[in-house]
């Protein structure tokens, strides 16, 4: 069975400073793999995702993302967070038709 | 806007009552999935269809629940009989499939916050 691993139920960070939010996952082929954004009672947006082919990818608000095999993680970074990125971030991973996610992180930004 | 829309935002219904929720997908979309999530938890896959076709329904969706898309473009999903443990958000997303379509990708709409009190 899959799962999607998301150590870090919450984290602060100050503006300007970078943020990297874990996941691993668990999964015996390449998965496809996806990070989402929840703002306060809102639904989940794209920030970006994962196929194949380079393992750094890029996504939306200066999002970007590593594919390690290895390590059977998918990390979220970004080098200077702002007071808007305040939010809840969800790993997802995607076999057999639908979304498999994490518990989610939730992300505060002190000014 | 051409993003998923979702009817009602909010619901607040007695137990025992019956719920019905719409979903408008992303029209060029022949996928839709219902999720439900609760509060410090990520969606959880209830169900989806290919057009009219509901093609897989989670152990999560117990027999109060039923969901449809009988055009293939908007779905319900009905609650009968509501329990306090139903209350969550339901959340649903649409995707394309075929070839050249990007697998899984799924947008969301602003999901139902049901509260059952």
């Known amino acids: 069975a899959q799962s999607v691993t998301q150590p870090d139920i919450h984290i602060t960070v100050s503006e300007g400073a970078s943020l990297e939010l874990r996941c691993n996952y668990s999964?015996?082929?390449?998965?496809?793999l996806f990070w989402y954004v929840q703002s306060p009672g809102q639904g989940l947006q794209l920030l970006l995702k994962?196929?194949?082919?380079?393992?750094l990818v890029q996504g939306i608000k200066g999002f970007e993302a590593e594919f390690k095999r290895s390590q059977s993680s998918f990390n979220l970074r970004k080098p200077s967070v702002h007071w808007s990125d305040a939010a809840e971030y969800f790993c997802?991973?995607?076999?057999?038709?639908?979304?498999?996610f994490g518990t989610g992180t939730q992300l505060k930004v002190e000014l | 806007d051409t993003g998923v829309s979702q009817n009602p935002r909010h619901k607040i219904t007695k137990r025992g009552q019956n719920v019905t929720f719409r979903c408008d997908p992303i029209?060029?979309?022949?996928?839709l999935y219902w999720y439900r999530q609760t509060l410090g938890q990520g969606p959880e896959f209830l169900t989806y269809?290919?057009?009219?076709?509901?093609?897989?329904k989670s152990r999560l969706l117990s027999d109060r629940f039923s969901a449809e898309r009988p055009k293939g473009s908007f779905s319900t999903l009905e609650i009968q009989r509501t329990e306090q443990g139903d209350s969550a958000m339901y959340l649903c997303?649409?995707?394309?499939?075929?070839?050249?379509?990007?697998?899984?990708?799924?947008?969301f709409g602003p999901g139902t916050r049901l509260t059952v009190t």
């Open positions: 997303a649409s995707s394309q499939s075929g070839a050249g379509a990007p697998r899984y990708e799924q947008y």
């Open positions: 999964y015996g082929a390449t998965p496809y």
């Open positions: 994962y196929f194949s082919g380079d393992t």
């Open positions: 997802a991973v995607g076999r057999g038709n639908k979304l498999t």
């Open positions: 029209s060029e979309h022949n996928r």
């Open positions: 269809f290919q057009n009219e076709a509901q093609l897989e």
